[in-house]
């Protein structure tokens, strides 16, 4: 099983970002995903989930309305398109997958079994 996550960079605030995670998991179109986010000297916080079949999102309060989280069963992917963003959108951004297939979605990093390595998303003031 791997996730590889791609599509951070450094952005103006207000700027666009579409991170992308592709995963190499049998069951994916059955498996709900997270995305999560960990700031310097900060623990990794929620940022956004999805159902394994799509039709469930849930964001946290400080990305709603400016994240759009959403998925491709047919490629193995998870997108994370992220507008509007701020300084404080700066951190590595993991997406996750949770295990068993069929399981919700989760906002609890520890429910979710496998995870990525991480892009760099750097928002400059």
């Known amino acids: 099983v791997q996730l590889q996550a791609s599509g951070g960079g450094l952005v103006q605030a207000g700027g666009s970002l579409r991170l992308s995670c592709a995963a190499s998991?049998?069951?994916?179109?059955?498996?709900?995903m997270g995305w999560f986010r960990q700031a310097p000297g900060k623990q990794r916080e929620f940022v956004a989930s999805?159902?394994?079949?799509?039709?469930?999102?849930s964001y946290s309060d400080s990305v709603k309305g400016r994240f759009t989280v959403s998925r491709d069963n047919v490629k193995n992917t998870v997108y994370l398109q992220m507008n509007s963003l701020k300084p404080e959108d700066t951190a590595a951004y993991y997406c996750?997958?949770?295990?068993?297939?069929?399981?919700?979605?989760?906002?609890?990093?520890?429910?979710?079994?496998?995870w990525g390595q991480g892009t760099l998303v750097t928002v400059s003031s």
């Open positions: 998991i049998p069951t994916f179109s059955r498996n709900a």
């Open positions: 996750a997958a949770r295990n068993p297939p069929l399981y919700p979605a989760s906002s609890n990093p520890t429910e979710y079994n496998y």
């Open positions: 999805i159902s394994w079949g799509g039709s469930s999102t």
